[in-house]
């Protein structure tokens, strides 16, 4: 009995251990986090003294009248947004949309969501849509219309941004924001999108149209080659029967056109043996008539030719010989000419010595002027004297000197004058080919040299004159007479 009795007990007693452990033993769901409160706790991420601790996904011992456990669901969470709005171009408009959010999965936002939701979960949703609200307004205040309806990413994006902040202080998470649908009392949308149904309409009509036109144009040009078909069916039917008719004329007229076609080709058969003929023959007139002709011709032209060529050549030679003999000839006159040239001017050297004489008597007799003006009166007669004296004697002693001192400086006048008699020539006939031309030029030359004849003569007729001792009277004039030159007759001068 006692045995009994203890194990009684003992069943009791672990029974008893067992309700009170399910008791105290508390175990938080995957959705939900358990906070427990009732004495200090440090909790991961938290700090100290928060006077609660946050178990998720665990069990846990809770000791009861002593701490206090209560749920937090971490379910999604679900805010419709129904928030009338003005655009900045002062338009009103009304934005629907949903905003579906939890309670974070950190320490930190259980936390913060535990003190703000815990006893007012049911209210989360209505404090999230005043957020957004508030928000979802100042960002419609900067926005047109235009863009709220062409850029909604934009309106969604600066909305979730702007709560971000505010939903983090809350213990909170957006998972998704989706504006649904932006209506319009005003019905500016509507006249917004007037003129692109408009446009669309316009476009259906011109579509429709261009379709009516098309099948139009189908059904014509079927018509057209369904017309086409016929007249060329008939165009095939008349030359099918033109042929026929063809065949039967010509079946009819193959007699005759067969004698008509032997005759023709007798005609072409008879034309062509004539043009061999007449080809024969002018082969045969080329080869005995125009070869041979070709050929004489081609010989007297070449012996004319080459008759030509000798006269020319000969006619060249003879010329050339001309110009040989007229260019020595030249060569002689020029040289004689140079001799006497070199004469005339060492004749002239001597006069101009005498003359240089005088001239210094003369500027000796000038610087004794300066001496004294009597003596220098006398030196001057006693200079002329002397002068006239010298000169007087330079003349009975050289006279050819003296002469051919005038002579050489007027020669150029002297020759120029005797070729001036063949000025007034307008044709000249020269005979004996260059011993003609040399014989002239002499001639021209001798009737230059017919004045140093000349002075030679006066000279002569002066020794037996008074005046022969002395100077020629001045004024005096010189009589002409035949002068003979170079043995040859005399001339008047």
Not at 154 to 168: C, D, I, K, N, P
Not at 202 to 207: E, G, H, L, N, Y
Not at 480 to 485: I, K, L
């Amino acid at each position: 009995m006692v045995v009994g009795v203890v194990a009684a007990v003992a069943v009791a007693a672990l029974a008893l251990v067992v309700g009170i452990f399910k008791l105290m033993w508390r175990v938080a769901e995957p959705n939900e986090a358990l906070v427990i409160s009732g004495s200090k706790h440090k909790t991961e991420g938290l700090g100290e003294g928060m006077g609660f601790r946050i178990v998720t996904g665990r069990g846990t011992l809770v000791m009861p009248g002593v701490q206090a456990v209560r749920k937090l669901s971490l379910d999604l969470n679900e805010a419709d947004l129904d928030v009338e709005c003005v655009t900045g171009q002062g338009i009103p408009v009304r934005v629907r949309g949903v905003v579906i959010f939890k309670v974070g999965d950190d320490m930190v936002s259980i936390a913060n969501a535990a003190r703000r939701f815990l006893d007012q979960q049911k209210q989360m949703s209505q404090r999230v849509h005043n957020v957004f609200a508030g928000h979802l307004r100042s960002i419609v205040g900067g926005l047109t219309v235009e863009d709220m309806i062409r850029d909604r990413d934009r309106l969604t994006g600066e909305t979730r941004a702007a709560s971000g902040t505010e939903m983090e202080k809350l213990g909170l998470i957006i998972d998704s924001l989706q504006i649904q649908e932006i209506l319009d009392p005003t019905g500016y949308i509507k006249n917004l999108a007037a003129p692109h149904a408009a446009a669309v309409q316009r476009d259906a009509r011109i579509a429709q149209a261009a379709a009516d036109r098309a099948a139009t144009e189908a059904e014509q040009e079927a018509a057209a080659r369904k017309a086409e078909a016929v007249r060329n069916s008939e165009i095939q039917q008349a030359g099918y029967q033109a042929e026929r008719d063809k065949a039967s004329a010509e079946s009819r007229q193959a007699g005759p056109l067969a004698d008509a076609a032997a005759r023709q080709e007798v005609v072409v058969q008879e034309t062509r043996v004539a043009e061999l003929e007449a080809k024969r023959r002018e082969q045969q007139l080329q080869a005995d008539v125009r070869k041979p002709a070709d050929a004489k011709a081609y010989q007297t032209r070449t012996l004319a030719e080459a008759e030509r060529d000798a006269r020319i050549s000969a006619a060249q030679a003879q010329a050339q010989e001309t110009e040989l003999r007229a260019a020595a000839e030249a060569t002689r006159v020029k040289t004689a000419a140079a001799a006497e040239a070199e004469a005339t001017r060492a004749r002239g050297l001597a006069a101009a010595e005498a003359t240089r004489a005088t001239g210094e008597a003369e500027a000796a007799s000038s610087r004794a002027k300066g001496l004294a003006e009597a003596e220098a009166a006398q030196a001057k007669g006693l200079a002329e004297a002397e002068a006239i004296k010298a000169r007087a004697a330079a003349l009975a002693e050289n006279q050819e000197a003296v002469v051919a001192q005038q002579l050489a400086e007027d020669w150029p006048e002297i020759v120029a004058a005797a070729a001036g008699a063949f000025g007034s020539v307008d044709h000249m006939v020269v005979l004996n080919g260059a011993d003609g031309v040399s014989e002239l030029l002499a001639k021209a030359l001798t009737m230059g040299g017919t004045g140093l004849g000349l002075a030679r003569q006066l000279l002569g007729s002066l020794n037996g004159s008074p005046a022969a001792t002395g100077a020629p009277e001045e004024g005096r004039p010189v009589p002409a007479q035949a002068v003979p030159v170079d043995g040859g007759e005399p001339r008047g001068h």
